[in-house]
């Protein structure tokens, strides 16, 4: 995660997209194609969408650039899962240094801020908008990255090498990634890129949590 300046100039940038204030990461998770592997663990690796897949867990910054990811479990594995057993809540359950905008596939924190699934104001709509607005650009990091590498979405194919390789391989695509974002290459054309995630519903929340999302929807 990044540090307390470079924390505050995301929250500048993200600030500027739909005025959401204080976030310094949006998350989620992305399902990446690999070859069915040999053994018992087979059918673990089967995601939601029915083919072999490696569940990724990143975090992008205002620039798209992934600032935290965990690259290990199989594709049946829910997201919220994942962020239960990553380095995510014991780093930000101890500081109080902005938030990360997650989708309805993570519970609600006081530093993960998820959407409203029932919105009755006009307050409410508005959050939500700036939120998702916001949040989307992990979708397009994803999508950014599944183009420039295109072995790791399905019209290249599938990964054809035993779990332990695609997560090296994916691994080394994630920093190839940030370094092409660095050093300014063109970003190739994204239109025919749909990024597969596990897409279930996660309602459970702290009181605190969501009464501070209650006090965050009124200041739109």
């Given at each position: 995660?990044?540090?307390?300046?470079q924390?505050?100039?995301?929250?500048?940038?993200?600030?500027?997209?739909?005025?959401?204030?204080?976030?310094?990461?949006?998350?989620?998770?992305?399902?990446?194609?690999?070859m069915?592997?040999?053994?018992?663990?087979?059918?673990?690796f089967?995601?939601?969408?029915?083919?072999?897949?490696?569940?990724?867990?990143?975090?992008?910054?205002?620039?798209?650039?992934?600032?935290?990811?965990?690259?290990?479990?199989?594709?049946?594995?829910?997201?919220?899962?994942?962020?239960?057993?990553?380095?995510?809540?014991?780093?930000?359950?101890?500081?109080?240094?902005?938030?990360?905008?997650?989708?309805?596939?993570?519970?609600?924190?006081?530093?993960?801020?998820?959407?409203?699934?029932?919105?009755?104001?006009?307050?409410?709509?508005?959050?939500?908008?700036?939120?998702?607005?916001?949040?989307?650009?992990?979708?397009?990091?994803?999508?950014?990255?599944?183009?420039?590498?295109?072995?790791?979405?399905k019209?290249?194919?599938?990964?054809?090498?035993?779990?332990?390789?695609?997560?090296?391989?994916?691994?080394?695509?994630?920093?190839?990634?940030?370094?092409?974002?660095?050093?300014?290459?063109?970003?190739?054309?994204?239109?025919?890129?749909?990024?597969?995630?596990?897409?279930?519903?996660?309602?459970?929340?702290?009181?605190?949590?969501?009464?501070?999302?209650?006090?965050?929807?009124?200041?739109?």
């Open positions: 995660m990044p540090d307390h300046t924390a505050a100039i995301n929250k500048q940038r993200f600030h500027q997209i739909a005025r959401f204030p204080n976030v310094i990461g949006c998350i989620d998770g992305t399902l990446l194609p690999i069915a592997p040999p053994g018992a663990e087979e059918p673990i089967v995601c939601r969408k029915g083919y072999h897949a490696i569940n990724v867990q990143a975090v992008c910054d205002a620039n798209m650039r992934y600032i935290n990811a965990v690259i290990r479990w199989p594709g049946s594995t829910h997201d919220a899962f994942i962020l239960a057993n990553s380095t995510l809540p014991g780093i930000l359950d101890s500081t109080n240094n902005g938030w990360l905008l997650g989708d309805s596939g993570y519970p609600l924190k006081k530093w993960l801020i998820t959407p409203l699934l029932n919105v009755n104001t006009e307050q409410e709509r508005r959050f939500n908008e700036a939120r998702m607005a916001t949040r989307c650009l992990i979708e397009r990091s994803f999508a950014l990255l599944k183009a420039r590498f295109r072995c790791l979405h019209t290249g194919g599938a990964l054809p090498y035993r779990p332990s390789t695609c997560v090296k391989i994916i691994e080394s695509c994630f920093k190839l990634h940030n370094m092409a974002l660095d050093l300014n290459l063109p970003n190739p054309n994204t239109d025919s890129i749909v990024v597969d995630n596990n897409q279930e519903i996660v309602q459970n929340c702290s009181r605190d949590a969501f009464e501070q999302r209650r006090r965050l929807t009124q200041r739109f």
